[in-house]
């Protein structure tokens, strides 16, 4: 019965809702095809000679440089030059309100740089992040990268009760990943001969009746 009635719940809600797409705003955001930066990508190189990817970016409404390194990633403002990251919490509101489509306040920022601090919900995604929480009727929480300013992901009540429901649907109890485990195995291989020894004492009943006939 949990199997079935969180399998259920999972094909029943939508999949962008449970993503959150409702939630986001702004994430498409581009640089004008006019626009030339005071700060040319060469300035950024000679800055950054071990960048492996330069991106110009719009940036909660403003241009800037994403750079990525083997040290990290970077956030450069594409006016003035000067590094943005590690962003503070006050930056890292910004960075929510900004892609946040709903009308809720902030409630809560937390800077989460260990394993021990970080809620499963992230699942594998790298640290540090900044998690802000909405005051909103789905507790939403969005998840903003420190280093390259951008939205990780956010997370919601429907979100937390379908990552449940699947726990609970593919039996991995830990990691919430795992669809070839063994208890699984078991489970189904064990429902899949229960039916078929239901079926068949259905049709054994039946005969059985027309054979009293």
Do not use: C
Request: glycine share 8%.
């Amino acid at each position: 019965m949990i199997w079935l009635a969180s399998g259920l719940y999972m094909v029943v809600m939508n999949l962008d809702f449970i993503h959150g797409d409702h939630l986001v705003r702004n994430m498409s955001d581009t640089i004008s095809s006019g626009y030339e930066p005071r700060i040319t990508f060469s300035d950024v190189l000679a800055g950054h000679p071990d960048a492996n990817e330069i991106v110009l970016t719009n940036w909660i409404g403003k241009p800037f440089y994403r750079i990525y390194s083997p040290a990290g990633a970077h956030l450069v403002n594409a006016e003035t030059g000067n590094e943005q990251s590690p962003l503070g919490e006050a930056d890292a509101i910004s960075v929510a309100r900004y892609h946040y489509a709903r009308s809720g306040d902030v409630s809560a920022a937390t800077l989460l740089e260990n394993d021990a601090e970080a809620p499963s919900e992230i699942q594998s995604r790298k640290l540090p992040l900044w998690k802000i929480d909405f005051s909103d009727a789905g507790s939403t929480s969005f998840y903003i990268s420190p280093d390259d300013g951008s939205l990780i992901t956010r997370r919601h009540t429907y979100w937390r009760v379908f990552d449940f429901a699947w726990m609970l649907h593919i039996m991995d109890y830990k990691e919430r990943a795992d669809v070839n485990n063994n208890l699984l195995r078991i489970a189904a291989g064990l429902g899949l001969s229960l039916s078929i020894l239901g079926l068949w004492l259905l049709w054994f009943s039946f005969k059985r009746r027309q054979g009293d006939r």
